[in-house]
């Protein structure tokens, strides 16, 4: 006797129509997520106005900045791909890990070019990465999808 095994997929179906909603929402909450993380670190590590990377100004148009692109490949992914939620999911945290990688080398010298880097300060930017990954994905694959 032969068994035949069928395979059920989920369907990924994304709404082209919602991505840039979807995106829109994406930018406020990360931006709302990561300026008050960022006012609670300077309160709380007592950031130096040198330290750049976590000034409020460079904070918001960081994560502008990076939602945009985000939700521009999202809508890439969206038209091209079979599996548009799980092949976004992977190029994200796959993204994540590399935007992790310049912040090793900072952990272990004051780079010149961002005095007052230390290991607050280091945490604060790896838990802004994190969060804004996870923001992003999980809205922009919630609110487009049609499942």
């Given amino acids: ?30 931006t709302v997520v990561n300026s008050l993380l960022d006012l609670a670190a300077v309160v709380l590590f007592a950031v130096p106005d040198q330290f750049e990377p976590l000034q409020l100004w460079a904070v918001i148009f960081t994560s502008v900045l990076v939602v945009i692109g985000a939700t521009g490949v999202f809508a890439i992914v969206a038209r091209f791909a079979q599996r548009p939620l799980t092949l976004f999911r992977r190029i994200s945290w796959t993204v994540l890990a590399v935007s992790l990688l310049p912040l090793i080398p900072m952990l272990l010298i004051e780079p010149a070019w961002y005095p007052g880097t230390n290991l607050q300060t280091i945490g604060t930017l790896v838990a802004m990465h994190v969060l804004t990954a996870a923001i992003t994905v999980a809205l922009l694959t919630k609110f487009a999808s049609e499942n």
């Fill in 1 to 30: 006797m032969v068994s035949e095994t069928i395979e059920i997929t989920r369907l990924e179906r994304v709404r082209s129509s919602r991505i840039w909603w979807a995106g829109l929402l994406t930018v406020l909450a990360v």
